[in-house]
């Protein structure tokens, strides 16, 4: 794609923005909403145009050239972001539910489920990739010592009389077993070649008829693979099969990739020649206009002072630096503004001390009326909806204004390159150098005030300004924090990385991509839930809340401290569904440092409550300095154990319970820290502490027959097999009903090993060689899965949808009770008249 299509592309956008926008601005002028489905279709139709926008703002930002277009982007695409995820929040709370479907809405757009997808900005990784390897560096050098340290303890192990002679009784047996087998491979080959001079010898078979049998066995054998040939060719004229070169990258594709990766040197080039432009214009604009603006600063301060005597026949108070100096009197104000604000400032001070007493008596009216007016409120938000404030569209609207102001209409043909417009660094750099003049300026000119206050006002008001001079106002001093000790104050960070990592504390997160967790959508998620049928999540939904609830917050700074905050998750379900496997793709996703805090980890490190609290200490330091990080607790119900099984005593497996909340209270905004539990037996923790610690608690299912027709395709490819007709894809999804991918993958190993896969071409796949590697394993039952239904029933946001579900459910039985009694009237009127 050229520049030009790019251009239009952001022109599109912008336009959808435009008016998307305006249905927002729209949508909060209006009355508050009473009807739910109202409201959460409308809620839907921004959410899935904001992810719409934000696909195609993500493509925009990694494709153009322009540096200065591309921070244009940058700014409304983390606006976007943000947007998403505040939307997602009002449909959270509108619904209580973590899990939407939006069939209807969808096939009124015209628009697939993939189009739902939202992508993680490639950006996140691509910013950090040089801090990424020197981190992987230090970690794998500090791993390698730790490996060659356990290796050489291993190898010292002395063996006992009885297992030296018990490996030396292996070894001689299998000896012998393969003695064996070579004289029993001489014997059977033997008799096989017996065999065959016998029937040599007794063969009577003309030489024209073995001449016709090999010609008709041969024409057979051509016909049927001509056949098979042409009915292979029809499918995929048809795109009822994929053409044998699917998978390989076409010529198109691989130009498209030439083109991508030219693109981002082109990027790093342009990008390189705009902060050096930034440099050299600054120093023009010092050097040309630096005079030019000071002067102008000093005639306009001067001004200010001659008026102002003038009107209050006094010299006025100028402005700390602390407040902006003298900026903040002429911010897109004039002279005439600034002395009509301090006549009235001046009104002001005198009308106070009488208002002083008059507030006195009136308190206790005020706080009646606040009450009233507390309770009104309450009725108002009780009959209505209304969209909550947003961080983000002040954001998204500034980035517009600035799109409608300097790039809509801007001529570029004549930049074909894309460099950057040394007009626009002017404009910026220009506000930057006044600001930098200003301040110098505000010190000479306080000192020029001071001496006229001193020249003209001394018989007046020396007295006065002694006093205002000595009286100035001090800050007020709020309650100081405690600060928490600093327990490793005099060490470095990196000592106390290498320090965890020897413990086992900071692991190596494995290199897994969010794309390899692989599952289907929903189709039936709105038909179900309108029959009053809680679906159970789909692999895709589960996929989706880990990009918003994790991969955005965590790889953007803007969009974590602004956004609802999430400061933990819990991923649950039966095992083998991929809870470890997503938390490796978070980390990997977004080059997050992993912490495991689990309590079979955590056994007999840092013993004592003072061990605890060091522990803590390290892990979440280090964790806030090399943010974004993730601190994973796997098997998080033994931390919230009812009951310790005896067994697991002695570990100890409840020393973090006290601890975590304070944790969560200190991880501010500002701190890209997630906590990230995983557990196969939620039910068997405490509910009340586990639900307090985990904000957001996501159900991950055993794979539906979609999802697991996608998986077996994708796991039997991953491991070396080849799909063919033999293969009944579909009958292998169906019969696998409860397995997960764990089950899957372990059930692929065990089939496709090294002899199998030479045997591919010759002896293809078939669905009966997967079941006894099944057979073995113990599949997730609908009783386990209707046991994670009931528990996260249990849970706060559980217990409020069922709460919703049964209130509406007596609204409708009230219409219906209202529409018989309104039938049984007019029927009784009819009657009436009739008789009359």
């Not at 289907?520 to 049928?533: A, K, P, S, V, W």
Request: glycine share 6%; hydrophobic share 35%; aromatic share 6%.
């Amino acid at each position: 794609m050229s520049n030009r299509t790019y251009s239009k592309m952001w022109a599109d956008t912008h336009d959808v923005l435009h008016h998307l926008l305006k249905e927002e601005l729209y949508s909060n002028e209006t009355k508050p909403l009473t009807d739910r489905t109202m409201i959460f279709q409308m809620l839907s139709a921004f959410y899935i145009k904001y992810v719409k926008i934000f696909r195609n703002m993500e493509d925009l930002y990694e494709q153009i050239v322009h540096p200065q277009k591309r921070r244009i982007i940058h700014h409304v695409l983390e606006g976007v972001m943000g947007r998403i995820l505040e939307v997602k929040n009002e449909m959270v709370k509108l619904e209580f539910s973590e899990f939407h479907y939006y069939d209807d809405i969808l096939q009124d757009l015209k628009l697939t489920p993939e189009d739902l997808e939202i992508p993680i900005p490639r950006y996140f990784m691509k910013d950090k990739v040089k801090v990424m390897k020197d981190r992987e560096n230090i970690l794998s050098r500090i791993l390698s010592k730790s490996t060659i340290q356990v290796e050489k303890a291993a190898s010292i192990r002395i063996l006992s009389l009885d297992e030296a002679i018990h490996i030396i009784q292996i070894a001689e047996r299998t000896r012998q077993g393969r003695l064996r087998s070579k004289f029993m491979l001489e014997i059977r080959m033997e008799e096989e070649r017996e065999s065959v001079a016998k029937l040599r010898s007794t063969s009577t078979m003309s030489t024209d008829m073995a001449a016709t049998l090999i010609r008709k066995i041969w024409q057979g054998y051509l016909q049927r693979k001509k056949t098979k040939k042409e009915r292979a060719e029809e499918m995929i004229f048809l795109d009822m099969e994929p053409a044998p070169d699917f998978q390989k990258p076409s010529a198109i594709q691989l130009q498209t990739q030439k083109m991508q990766q030219q693109r981002q040197v082109v990027q790093e080039v342009h990008e390189v020649e705009y902060q050096q432009a930034l440099v050299t214009i600054k120093e023009q604009l010092h050097s040309v206009e630096g005079p030019d603006i000071k002067e102008s600063l000093r005639e306009q301060i001067r001004q200010w002072f001659v008026e102002c005597r003038n009107v209050t026949g006094k010299f006025p108070d100028y402005p700390d630096a602390e407040n902006g100096g003298s900026a903040t009197l002429f911010a897109s104000k004039t002279p005439q503004e600034v002395l009509q604000e301090l006549a009235a400032k001046e009104e002001k001070k005198k009308q106070k001390a009488a208002e002083k007493k008059e507030k006195k008596s009136a308190k206790g009216k005020k706080e009646e009326k606040k009450k009233k007016k507390g309770k009104a409120d309450k009725e108002e938000e009780e009959e209505g909806w209304k969209m909550a404030p947003s961080q983000f569209l002040s954001t998204v609207v500034e980035g517009q204004r600035i799109y409608e102001g300097v790039w809509q209409n801007r001529d570029e043909h004549t930049n074909l390159a894309q460099t950057y417009v040394g007009e626009l660094i002017k404009e910026d750099k220009r506000q930057e150098v006044e600001n930098e003049i200003r301040v110098q300026v505000d010190e000479l000119m306080r000192q020029e005030l001071k001496n006229l206050k001193m020249a003209v006002d001394r018989d007046k008001s020396t007295k006065k300004k002694g006093k205002k001079d000595g009286k100035k106002k001090k800050p007020k001093k709020g309650k100081k924090k405690k600060k928490g000790k600093d327990l490793t104050a005099n060490r470095t960070i990196d000592s106390l990385f290498e320090e965890l990592v020897n413990e086992g504390l900071l692991i190596q997160p494995k290199n897994i991509q969010l794309s390899d967790f692989k599952g289907e959508y929903n189709y039936l998620g709105t038909t179900l839930r309108q029959t009053d049928i809680e679906p159970m999540p789909s692999l895709s939904d589960v996929k989706q809340l880990i990009t918003l609830y994790g991969i955005l917050p965590l790889g953007s700074q803007a969009v974590h401290e602004k956004a609802p905050l999430v400061k933990s998750l819990m991923l649950a379900g039966p095992s083998g569904v991929g809870k470890e496997m997503l938390v490796h793709a978070l980390c990997t996703e977004t080059g997050a440092n992993l912490f495991n805090l689990s309590s079979h980890n955590i056994a007999g490190k840092y013993p004592g409550k003072s061990g605890l609290q060091m522990m803590i200490h390290l892990v979440f330091k280090v964790a806030r300095l090399l943010q974004p990080s993730v601190v994973w607790i796997d098997n998080a119900e033994k931390t919230f154990y009812k009951k310790v099984p005896k067994e697991e005593k002695g570990l100890d497996p409840k020393r973090l319970k006290k601890s975590l909340p304070s944790i969560l209270k200190s991880l501010k905004s500002e701190d890209r820290v997630l906590i990230v539990g995983t557990t196969r037996r939620p039910f068997d923790a405490e509910l009340k502490s586990f639900c307090r610690t985990f904000q957001k608690i996501v159900l991950i299912p055993r794979p539906d027959y979609t999802s697991r027709f996608v998986l077996w395709k994708t796991i039997i490819q991953q491991h070396g097999g080849i799909l063919t007709h033999s293969l009944d894809m579909s009958s292998l999804a169906k019969i696998t009903d409860g397995y997960t991918l764990g089950h899957l993958t372990q059930a692929a190993k065990d089939v496709l090993t090294e002899r199998r896969i030479k045997q591919l071409h010759t002896k293809p796949l078939t669905a009966v060689e997967f079941i006894p590697p099944l057979a073995k394993q113990e599949p997730v039952y609908q009783e386990e899965e209707n046991a994670f239904k009931d528990w996260f029933v249990k849970t706060p946001l559980g217990k409020k949808r069922a709460k919703a579900a049964t209130e509406s459910e007596n609204d409708g039985k009230e219409k219906g009770k209202k529409g018989k009694d309104g039938k049984k009237g007019k029927e009784a009127k009819k009657k009436g008249k009739k008789k009359k």
